[in-house]
């Protein structure tokens, strides 16, 4: 097998200039100010204004600037070269200053220094680390003490389901819980731009149960504050979906509803 990370890393190198010119981002309506964070991960947030804000797997940076506009202090991090470099060009063009790392989330205590009030890791995001109990490790590692974690991601119930399939009752394809090998999948198509064909066609994911996300955040000595499930979600994961004016993803109303994201907040203590 390849190397599952690099793999990934060039994949997610060529679709950020996808990303920068397709609808979804909609990047003039953000660099007017009318665009910010979804409304599942801005209700949980509250008043951040003058903290400290670690922004993990921030891809092209859109969500890290959106919090400095907020009021943080922003540092965003990505394995993606180009993302960075995107990042970077978006906090000049906007004058939104934030500082962005390019590096892999494991080897993130080796590239970025100080404490956090906040670590902020939302969408599409852990399906792409090997190993939540190293991950949950890192995020102990920046928080300061009451510092808090906010995780918004797809609900991984909903990721082991058909993806690919249109009918109102969806039906398993994947297996629910972890394992060490990953999903192998190999799609040119992409979630923002139906009409793209990308030539990095393979990536490599990896399923993280509730519960191992729970304990993994548990035995890294985090508090559990709040977890809560929601039937919408930022991007279509099933074709069936339809999306509502406030940017979310949603199965049709007959369709029984399923925990399609969810949101965890944990604290370190002290």
Request: glycine share 8%; aromatic share 10%.
């Amino acid at each position: 097998m390849s190397d599952p990370i690099a793999v990934n890393q060039a994949r997610w190198d060529e679709v950020v200039g996808v990303h920068l010119a397709s609808n979804m981002y909609d990047m003039a309506a953000f660099k007017a100010g009318a665009r910010g964070l979804h409304s599942i991960e801005a209700e949980e947030l509250g008043d951040i204004s003058g903290q400290d804000v670690l922004h993990l797997q921030c891809h092209f940076g859109m969500d890290s600037l959106a919090l400095a506009r907020m009021g943080a202090r922003v540092t965003g991090l990505d394995f993606s070269g180009e993302a960075i470099k995107a990042a970077r060009a978006l906090s000049a063009d906007i004058d939104v200053p934030a500082t962005f790392v390019q590096g892999d989330v494991y080897a993130a205590p080796d590239l970025i220094a100080g404490k956090f009030d906040l670590v902020f890791v939302t969408w599409g995001t852990i399906c792409w680390l090997p190993d939540i109990e190293r991950w949950a490790r890192v995020i102990a590692h920046f928080l300061r003490p009451g510092g808090r974690l906010l995780l918004a991601d797809a609900h991984p119930f909903a990721l082991s389901l058909d993806d690919e399939s249109d009918a109102d009752i969806l039906q398993p394809r994947y297996g629910y819980f972890h394992k060490p090998e990953p999903l192998i999948f190999d799609d040119p198509s992409d979630y923002s731009d139906d009409k793209a064909v990308i030539k990095n066609s393979k990536t490599y994911e990896w399923i993280h149960p509730i519960g191992e996300i729970v304990t993994a955040l548990a035995d890294a000595e985090l508090g559990i504050r709040s977890l809560k499930e929601y039937d919408a979600l930022p991007w279509r994961l099933f074709p069936n979906m339809t999306e509502g004016e406030d940017r979310l993803w949603r199965l049709p109303a007959g369709a029984p509803q399923i925990p399609l994201s969810f949101s965890l907040i944990t604290v370190k203590p002290g």
